[in-house]
């Protein structure tokens, strides 16, 4: 996981989410959607990392701390801008 994360850093990412161990396909991809929709609404990496983890745990059907333990943000803790993004 650190050699691939440090490859995308290499080669010029600012920040890398990356999993620890193999998770549930449907559990990633609500894991994700949270992520990304607090990046787009504003917040920075750490923060849209901690809102993720937060929605599974409250979830019923991705509590579990297999499905939201695994991922860890290397890197900056970026704040993504969006403007004049359609």
Do not use: C
Request: a negative charge; proline letters at 1%; hydrophobic letters at 50%.
């Amino acid at each position: 996981v650190v050699g691939i994360a440090r490859a995308f850093l290499g080669a010029g990412a600012r920040s890398v989410l990356v999993s620890l161990w193999a998770i549930d396909d449907e559990a990633t991809m609500e894991f994700m959607k949270v992520f990304y929709q607090q990046l787009v609404h504003g917040r920075s990496a750490s923060e849209a990392l901690n809102d993720a983890m937060k929605s599974m745990r409250e979830s019923d059907r991705f509590n579990a701390v297999k499905y939201w333990a695994p991922f860890v943000l290397i890197g900056d803790d970026v704040t993504l801008e969006f403007e004049g993004i359609q």
